[in-house]
T-cell receptor, first 114, second 109 residues
Framework: EADIYQTPRYLVIGTGKKITLECSQT?????MYWYQQDPGMELHLIHY???????EKGDLSSESTVSRIRTEHFPLTLESARPSHTSQYLC?????????????FGPGTRLTVL | GQNIDQPTEMTATEGAIVQINCTYQ??????LFWYQQHAGEAPTFLSY??LDGLEEKGRFSSFLSRSKGYSYLLLKELQMKDSASYLC??????????WGAGTKLIIKP
């Protein structure tokens, strides 16, 4: 079944740790995105990729980095986590079907940095 | 700048009809999306409008007026499970999605 997966779903870590949030999709989509969302607030785009070896920063300044070595995989890495990184991280993918280019979301990773 | 406006919160009664409005000002327009997001979960796609008019999908309908920069999401025969936030998003000239903050819909029995 075509889907988009994120692991871990929940993560609690200490300040200064390096973490990688995983995102994989079996939708066959070329485009992938990372968003950050605080409770009750709008989604903020932090990174996106339109294909293998293509990555761009989004509107929200982020200390994270991403890579796109395989079409289906788009991991996000925080080299040194801080309490200000506490948030929900949502991965999405899209592939132009007709003209809609609808984004579909994974279940999210809720990160808490102590 | 680019801007999406939606009411912060709305309350409606089970079985009733509710209309959630969205106005936008963006650099270019390549379609408007509505998503549903239950608390603590990821957004799920509801509808897409790129031409003026009404798109109907079961109990949910979405309307677009490009000249007015306006859309609404209409929910009929409200059920308790419809309690969620409803996000309006516009795709701009760079094919980036600009997101509204969402409208929290509370359904009362």
């Amino acid at each position: 079944e075509a889907d988009i997966y994120q692991t871990p779903r929940y993560l609690v870590i200490g300040t200064g740790k390096k973490i990688t949030l995983e995102c994989s999709q079996t939708m066959g989509h070329d485009k992938m995105y990372w968003y950050q969302q605080d409770p009750g607030m709008e989604l903020h785009l932090i990174h996106y990729s339109y294909g293998v070896n293509s990555t761009e920063k989004g509107d929200l300044s982020s200390e994270s980095t991403v890579s796109r070595i395989r079409t289906e995989h788009f991991p996000l890495t925080l080299e040194s986590a801080r309490p200000s990184h506490t948030s929900q991280y949502l991965c999405a993918s899209s592939g132009a079907t007709g003209h809609t280019d609808t984004q579909y979301f994974g279940p999210g990773t809720r990160l808490t940095v102590l | 700048g680019q801007n999406i406006d939606q009411p912060t919160e709305m309350t409606a009664t089970e079985g009733a009809i509710v209309q959630i409005n969205c106005t936008y000002q963006t650099s270019g327009f390549n379609g408007l999306f509505w998503y549903q997001q239950h608390a603590g979960e990821a957004p799920t796609f509801l509808s897409y409008n790129v031409l003026d008019g009404l798109e109907e999908k079961g109990r949910f309908s979405s309307f677009l007026s490009r000249s007015k920069g306006y859309s609404y999401l209409l929910l009929k025969e409200l059920q308790m499970k419809d309690s969620a936030s409803y996000l309006c998003a516009v795709m701009d000239s760079n094919y980036q999605l600009i997101w509204g903050a969402g409208t929290k819909l509370i359904i009362k029995p």
